[in-house]
């Protein structure tokens, strides 16, 4: 997780790497390894007000320039309309592990910054640590304020701050009509303020890419000056807070409490590998504290996803229980027991107090699936039968009678869901009016699931003393009519999705937890047809493509304004989560054997040189379908990270064969 020049040989190359830190509550801070923020949502800073949302961009970045004699060199780089400021060049590394720090020289001057988030506030430290040569030289940090929701952009006439000066080594900056205070401090130098003094038409290549609103200005309060002595060695602490009270003003502290954190959790997790050790680490940025719940939540992905039912389902058990964060599924488990409505699971929870949204009719079925791994990592049955088992019973109840949504289990016993103008399964994009990908009717992965769930309520309801006899006999019945219904003998693997006037040929990767989940929906022969299909149309490197190169709806490439990439969302870009269900299927149709092993472990390896790239150390939401399967969208998602784990620990890939 080091790297060098090789790495920035030109702006374009330097910019493709990203990080990130986050703090457990929603919060984070990011940028490119260059220190060049290409996205509206890179900062220092990116505070959350009301956990984990009302995210605000605080803190954009700070400029670094040293004066040696009666020459200034500007470490800071940026992009302006037209213009590129190139102080990476200055540069000599960049290393991630555990926490992002720069490595700058000039002549004899060496300087290294390192970023820390404070676990559990809207804090972030910058540390320098300063190794003088011959000549006294000065260090200016001027810091890049702002207050504005980090959706969007502002512009100079949109930010109005009342300045009060609390010391020479700090300053109070409060935004108009906001009663909130951001403090800046520094352990060193002096704060020298400057009135009406603006960083203006900042530039983000990537939202401009998106087509999206690109330019933006920052307020410059001041700089503090810090002068350093011939061969002095230095710390110099920044510190950037919305907090009321700033509790520790020691950046070398900050830094070791965070080192000190993520060492435990790694150590708590207990595995020796270092690509485990990674992965755990991600994972960690995941889980947050949700205020409305007053529980742990998952994130679904940064910079710009907040929490959902279905990706916190999916993400849960590689997110907390490969990660031996039991308390943390526990708590989020227990949280959605709550909400269980009409048998449906929220897909969003309210931010201000209002009614969650139940809109998804998968999210309810992985909620199954989560509580059977709870139980297989934890024998945790007690728990489930005080606090789960209930909304289990109720959800499989509305399944079988019918919910919102017209979600309802058909005469043929497999669930359909939906109409037209819906889109309730995880394939959900939709323009305008415009459903890019519609499921509506009976989905293939809605049905494995639905079995699957019938299964666990089986051996739930034996193991509590019921009658599990009723979900057996369903169970059965879904399989049979699984089998007859969704076999496409023409292509050999499953229909995508049935509907009472056609039946959806596409090949796509949602046939893939047909032998993936718990409960295998099919077996034999048929499975390892499916699985093979897969491999050979849908897999890549990086994760399964969302639809056959072969289907004439197929789209290459994830760019442009939110119209195209809607249109290729589900339409051919590649996702990484349904890999880790692959790897699992195909170990399964193999009966594990050694070559299996192998190839298993092939797709592990090849995944392995993304943590790398992007947002280093974590793992993207999705990659262009074409090669060189360009990473797009959210650069950390959770169930990417998590499947990819829970694959790799689960089947035993970290071990070798």
Known sequence: MRFGKSSWRTFEQGIQKEWLLTNGIGGFANSTIVGVNTRRYHGLLIASLKPPVSRHLILSK??????????????FSYEVPGFIMKGYHYMEGFEREPLPKFIFRVGDVYIEKTVSMVYGENTVAVVYYVRNGEE???????????????????????????????GKDSVILRPQNYDIDITLFCSEGEFKPMDYCWFYNMDYSIERERGMA????????????INIEPNEEKYITVIATVEKELKLKDGLKIIGNEIERLEALVKKAGYDDELSKILVRSADSFIVHRESTNAKTIIAGYPWFTDWGRDTMIALPGITLVTKRFDDAKDILYTFSRYVKDGLIPNMFPDEGNEPSYNTVDAPLWYFEAVNKYISYTKDYDFVKDNIYDGLKQIIDYYKKGTKFDIRMDDDFLITAGNEHTQLTWMDAKVGDWVVTPRHGKAVEINALWYNALRIMAELSERYGDSSKSYIELAQKVKESFENKF???????????????????????NQILAVSLSYPVIEGEMAKKVVNKVYKELYT??????????????????????????GAYHQGTVWTWPLGHFITAYLRVNNYSDKSKKDAMSFIEAIKDHLKDACIGSISEIFDGDEPLIPRGCYAQAWSVAEILRAYIEEDLNKGI
């Open 62 to 75: 700070i400029d670094e320039s040293i004066t040696i004699g009666d020459e200034s060199f500007d470490l």
């Open 136 to 166: 006294s030289i000065n260090l200016r940090l001027t810091p890049l304020v702002n207050f504005r929701d980090y959706h969007h952009c502002s512009r100079k006439e949109n930010l109005n701050f009342y300045k009060s000066v609390a």
């Open 214 to 225: 690109s330019t933006e200005d920052h307020y410059i309060p001041g700089y503090f000056d």
């Open 487 to 509: 076999w496409n003998s023409e292509k050999e693997c499953l229909y995508d999705c049935l509907t009472p006037n056609y039946k959806d040929d596409k090949v796509r990767p």
């Open 541 to 566: 490197a990086n994760g399964l493509r969302s639809l056959s190169p072969k289907c004439r709806e197929y789209v290459g490439i994830y760019i442009g304004d939110q119209y195209r990439r809607d």
